[in-house]
């Protein structure tokens, strides 16, 4: 394993939240009051905003005692503003919480803080559908996980590079968490994040893009790819027509 920097015995580690948004005032003021409330004692927050002009960079001002850091630029997406988050970042630790993301419970960083040893390089959780407040189970061997709940150290990124940026790509987080499969993932039973069901991920050119990198990084075959790209329209239609009726 590679020797990854720690903070000393008895100094709690420092977190950074990330806080990615563009023209989301509502949002952003759901986030910051949500951070704000956190427990935990040595945290910075960053605010990376894609030039908004729908109020938010005043809401962003008006809030700059609860934010460390913020920028408003344009930007070439969201994972282009994510990493230049990684560049404000002085944390040991990151996690990213989308404008309109909250966490799940006030001590939501000390739960996930307490699951951390000098073996351990991410922690991951449940995390809670905003819309239905149903609980959905994370899962590491089928890297089943939501960016919102899942905190890592920030070296990883000297490692395994940052997020890929390039033209309608929806799944550089789950291509980073994908390059971090051999190191040490922690599980925290309480969820850390409170989520939207809706956004890119729910887009369907996420599921091919997700499809054709699990077959790249082989997790999947050939036969299992063409099986399940034949089952997912059936799936969607049943999903859209008939559980939604319910």
Not at 39 to 65: F, I, T
Not at 144 to 165: A, C, D, N, P, W
Not at 204 to 231: C, D, K, S, W
Request: aromatic share 12%.
């Amino acid at each position: 394993m590679d020797d990854l920097s720690h903070t000393d015995a008895g100094t709690p580690p420092r977190v950074t939240i990330v806080t990615v948004t563009m023209n989301n005032a509502y949002g952003l003021a759901q986030t910051i009051e949500s951070v704000s409330q956190q427990r935990y004692e040595n945290l910075q927050y960053v605010v990376v905003d894609g030039g908004s002009v729908d109020g938010s960079l005043e809401l962003a001002q008006s809030k700059k005692s609860e934010i460390d850091k913020w920028i408003s630029e344009p930007d070439c997406g969201i994972y282009h503003a994510m990493n230049k988050a990684l560049i404000l970042a002085d944390g040991e630790w990151l996690i990213f919480l989308n404008a309109g993301d909250i966490f799940a419970f006030p001590d939501a960083l000390s739960r996930a803080i307490s699951c951390v040893d000098n073996s351990v390089d991410v922690v991951y959780s449940d995390w809670i559908y905003r819309e239905s407040g149903k609980q959905i189970k994370a899962s590491f061997e089928r890297m089943i996980v939501r960016h919102q709940s899942v905190m890592y150290r920030k070296e990883l990124h000297r490692l395994f590079g940052t997020y890929v940026v390039g033209p309608r790509v929806t799944i550089s987080d789950f291509i980073f968490f994908l390059s971090l499969s051999n190191r040490n993932w922690a599980y925290c039973s309480q969820p850390i994040s409170i989520c939207e069901q809706t956004g890119i991920s729910a887009n369907p050119a996420h599921f091919y893009q997700r499809m054709a990198t699990e077959f790249i990084f082989g997790r999947r075959t050939r036969l299992e790819i063409a099986a399940i790209l034949v089952i997912h329209p059936i799936y969607r239609w049943f999903k859209k027509y008939i559980l939604f009726r319910h």
